[in-house]
């Protein structure tokens, strides 16, 4: 596809199940992102990953959180036993440069929205 | 800290023009990002400002005055799909974006 896709789009846990969100960037880009948004509020960085390396992951909420990206290409978030307070849009954008280059703009997929009961 | 500040909700009609602002703090400053988000959707890049003055694109503006820590986007001859959340972000002396809780655009006919 053209796009930043997620899966799955919709996802329901009970406390202290894990989870695992999956992220396909637009083919060549190098920079992808995840982000947690709440309802109403901006997106709240996360994790960064520039190919297979992770080079920021200052955003991440708890040791619960886990990110990798093996291949430089798909990425996937896990979220280990997981709180009620986990619940919200996760989001994922990629950009084709790296974070430093001066124009670059974020492409996002349309998210997944965790519930957490 | 860091804090990207803009009004929760504006409302306009359509056809006319609005203004919506954004003033920030942060640690670094690596440009400026628009983005629009309809309900349930994700983020689409509007504009990008890295120096003072206006970028115009269309029916949308952006203005920046760095010394002043402020942008606005200014939206022209509103339609009713222009309904949507307009976040203002910032990047910062890492490159991330931090971002604003957004507005929310509400057009009425």
């Known amino acids: 596809g053209a796009g930043v896709s997620q899966s799955p789009r919709y996802k329901v846990a009970k406390r202290g199940q894990d989870v695992a969100l999956r992220c396909d960037p637009i083919s060549g880009h190098v920079s992808l992102f995840w982000y947690q948004q709440a309802l109403g509020q901006g997106p709240e960085f996360l994790t960064y990953f520039q190919n297979e390396a992770q080079l920021d992951k200052s955003g991440l909420p708890s040791d619960r959180f886990f990110a990798e990206r093996p291949e430089g290409s798909v990425s996937t978030l896990k979220i280990q036993r997981t709180q009620q307070e986990d619940s919200a849009v996760y989001l994922c954008a990629s950009s084709y440069t790296g974070t430093s280059d001066s124009s670059y703009e974020q492409y996002f997929g349309p998210g997944t929205r965790l519930t957490v009961t | 800290g860091q804090n990207i500040d803009q009004p929760t909700e504006m409302t306009a009609t359509e056809g006319a023009i609005v203004q919506i602002n954004c003033t920030y703090q942060?640690?670094?400053?690596?440009?400026l990002f628009w983005y629009q988000q309809h309900a349930g959707e994700a983020p689409t890049f509007l504009s990008y400002n890295v120096l003072d003055g206006l970028e115009e694109k269309g029916r949308f503006s952006s203005f920046l005055s760095r010394s002043k820590g402020y942008s606005y986007l200014l939206l022209k001859e509103l339609q009713m799909k222009d309904s949507a959340s307009y976040l203002c972000?910032?990047?910062?002396?890492?490159?991330?974006?931090?971002w604003g809780a957004g507005t929310k655009l509400i057009i009425k006919p």
């Open positions: 942060t640690s670094g400053f690596n440009g």
């Open positions: 972000a910032v990047r910062d002396s890492n490159y991330q974006l931090i």
